[in-house]
């Protein structure tokens, strides 16, 4: 409860005027008049001594013109007097007064002197030092200073589970809204307000999304094939700047921006760390809030420090080898670079062939409904990932056996504590 202080101040003060004249007599042995304790302890030291607080009804000051405001009249007993409960702090202001009887009661406001420690665990040794660790049982609910607040809930749970290319239309269709709840969706970068469009629809279906406005690589290459930071702006970022995207971060629709999809393949040379921190301080720069990812593996960063990069990407697929060990050395050096990750799987050319079915690129396969569960359930094992999104859905590749396969990973997905997609400092 903020703490309230009571200032009082009482003057024994003789009238102005009175109907008849008071004539000391201190000293005489008998406590009367005006005498009190204070006044002639000669008399009434009997008084002082007994907790006696005689003569101090209608004790009254006066105020004069240099004096300005009056101090306070107190026309009850001293003994009577009580504090009111204040009920609602909040709503008083900093040296509101109240009254006491005729006297005033001046609340000043502390609510600044210390941080406010509510909706945090008590007992944390480690809440407030700027790092949400997740591992250690930090979360939005027990530690929304480091973790940030939480998000509103989604359809199918509170972690993100969904695909890359999943439009808000074909979100809509089927039963995919019973088992996905997040999506990356195709955004036409010649009509810039179609990015609003598909938050709003997701939105109105209690989905969430992550903005990908790269679409295609040649929109930021050189001639020589190498990446062009100035076309990045120009291309890729700045025909979404006069957007208002902060209403969707704040209710938890808009998960973040992939600034680059993929650092290796396409481009004549490897996208640097440092070019991908550049970035992200562009970004930042028009929408200071969002979060900024690169769908880039953190053992591909070499220990490089992030300043304004705030999520990896770790998207797995069997040629990789064992799952456990791949997803937790990703993990791990999320955690050493300060990022968020988001995992997930390449479902689509990630297989180990026991499907049969020739995957999206040339010697891939598919995964099975087998292999989705499998891989799927060991990634979704790791508490500090902070969203599973998957590559990807296609008409022509959405056979029944991902579907089905995702539509049993769901529920592994709901039980994930939410775990927020940003920077770990």
């Not at 020589?224 to 990045?232: A, R």
Request: with cysteine; glycine share 8%.
């Amino acid at each position: 409860m903020l703490l309230g202080v009571l200032s009082i101040l009482v003057v024994a003060c003789i009238p102005e005027s009175t109907s008849e004249t008071l004539i000391p007599s201190c000293g005489d042995g008998t406590c009367d008049n005006a005498e009190t304790c204070t006044t002639c302890p000669q008399d009434c030291s009997s008084s002082c001594q007994s907790g006696d607080s005689r003569n101090t009804d209608a004790v009254t000051s006066q105020p004069s013109e240099a004096q300005g405001p009056s101090t306070p009249t107190i026309t009850e007993g001293v003994d009577d007097l009580s504090v009111p409960t204040i009920e609602d702090p909040s709503a008083v202001s900093a040296d509101q007064s109240h009254d006491v009887g005729n006297g005033s009661m001046t609340y000043q406001d502390q609510s600044n002197d210390a941080p406010d420690h509510s909706n945090t665990d008590p007992t944390s040794d480690t809440c407030y030092n700027h790092m949400c660790e997740q591992e250690l049982g930090e979360s939005c609910t027990t530690c929304p200073a480091d973790c940030g607040p939480c998000q509103s809930e989604p359809t199918g749970g509170t972690f993100p589970f969904g695909l890359w290319d999943m439009e808000v239309n074909e979100y809509q269709n089927a039963d995919f809204p019973s088992v996905y709840n997040a999506a990356i969706p195709y955004i036409n970068y010649r009509e810039p307000s179609s990015a609003i469009e598909q938050l709003d629809g997701y939105k109105a279906l209690g989905g969430h999304m992550f903005l990908n406005p790269m679409q295609s690589y040649s929109r930021a290459k050189n001639p020589d094939g190498t990446f062009s930071f100035d076309l990045w702006k120009q291309y890729v970022i700045d025909p979404y700047s006069d957007l208002d995207f902060e209403p969707y971060l704040e209710d938890g629709t808009l998960l973040g921006l992939v600034m680059i999809d993929d650092i290796k393949s396409g481009w004549a040379e490897p996208i640097t760390p440092q070019q991908i921190d550049d970035m992200g301080a562009y970004v930042k720069a028009i929408w200071p809030t969002m979060p900024t990812a690169a769908r880039a593996r953190p053992d591909n960063f070499n220990g490089f420090s992030f300043q304004y990069l705030d999520i990896a990407w770790a998207q797995y697929a069997s040629y990789r080898g064992d799952v456990g060990e791949w997803i937790k050395k990703q993990v791990d050096l999320a955690k050493q670079l300060n990022l968020a990750l988001v995992a997930g799987m390449n479902v689509l050319d990630g297989g180990d062939g026991r499907s049969g079915i020739p995957g999206y690129s040339d010697d891939t396969y598919a995964m099975t409904n087998e292999e989705v569960m499998e891989y799927g359930t060991v990634i979704l094992s790791q508490p500090t990932i902070c969203a599973f999104i998957s590559w990807r859905i296609d008409t022509e590749y959405n056979f029944p056996d991902i579907h089905g396969g995702m539509k049993t990973l769901k529920d592994v997905a709901a039980a994930h504590p939410f775990v927020p997609c940003r920077r770990r400092e």
